[in-house]
């Protein structure tokens, strides 16, 4: 399986200012097409998670432009500008290149 | 709007078949951009993809849970369902079911609520 490796864990932040979440992944998630299969998801408190971003950078529908995604092959980042009360929740990536698709451990978000 | 909902016992004895259902409301379970899955989060091991099906019947499994897991479909019904046999106490989680986009990807776009199923005697 692909062992994906989150960074940090805990990610203490204060509302507008930026943070970064790093994701590294046991190997390669670039396809041949040219895509990285990587994907971001947050689970807010007492939520199931939902998707942010995909294919490494491509935001998923309604999501905000604060958030943005950014690598390729096996190191990749997730930076939120201005962060918002309402961004505080767990944040995981995950790939979905090869399955079993495997997670991230999580990286909490609080303010 | 497509949604997703679980249901099923909430409580399995240990060596027992954990059974759960998923109801697609709001599309069809026969898309063929869609795969429907299975994902669980526990504390021990945070979130983890069980397997996927398609709506013709093709499935994939997470190798690490064997020949326990089963997935169908019911397209008549517009649901899927999970079997796990031979439940231990490290089966006991919050499972999820979730739609998979297909063809063109767009990740993991539908989640349904969760159940939270205990094993216990």
């Known amino acids: 399986d692909i062992v994906m490796t989150q960074s940090p864990l805990s990610r203490p932040v204060t509302p507008g200012e930026s943070a970064s979440i790093s994701c590294r992944s046991s190997?390669?998630?670039?396809?041949?097409?040219?895509?990285?299969?990587l994907d971001w998801y947050v689970q807010k408190p007492g939520q199931s998670p939902q998707v942010l971003i995909y294919?490494?950078?491509n935001r998923a529908s309604g999501v905000p432009d604060r958030f943005s995604g950014s690598g390729s092959g096996t190191d990749f980042t997730l930076k939120i500008s201005r962060v918002e009360a309402e961004d505080v929740g767990v944040y995981y990536c995950?790939?979905?290149?090869?399955?079993?698709?495997?997670f991230g451990q999580g990286t909490k978000l609080e303010i | 709007q497509l949604r997703l909902q679980e249901s099923g016992p909430g409580l399995v004895k240990p060596s027992e078949t954990l059974s759960l259902t998923c109801i697609v409301s709001?599309?069809?379970?026969?898309?063929?951009?869609?795969?429907w899955a299975w994902v669980r989060q526990s504390p021990g091991k945070g979130l983890e993809w069980i397997g996927r099906?398609?709506?013709?019947?093709?499935?994939y499994y997470n190798p690490s849970l064997g020949s326990r897991v089963t997935i169908s479909v019911d397209t008549s019904k517009n649901r899927f369902s999970l079997k796990l046999t031979s439940v231990t106490a490290a089966d006991t989680a919050v499972y999820y079911c979730?739609?998979?986009?297909?063809?063109?990807?767009?990740?993991?776009?539908?989640w349904g609520q969760g159940t939270t199923v205990t094993v216990s005697s």
């Open positions: 099906i398609f709506y013709s019947g093709d499935t």
């Open positions: 709001g599309g069809s379970i026969s898309s063929s951009s869609s795969y």
């Open positions: 995950m790939q979905p290149l090869l399955p079993p698709y495997t």
């Open positions: 979730v739609r998979v986009t297909r063809g063109i990807y767009y990740g993991l776009d539908v």
């Open positions: 190997q390669s998630l670039l396809h041949s097409n040219g895509d990285n299969y």
């Open positions: 294919l490494g950078s």
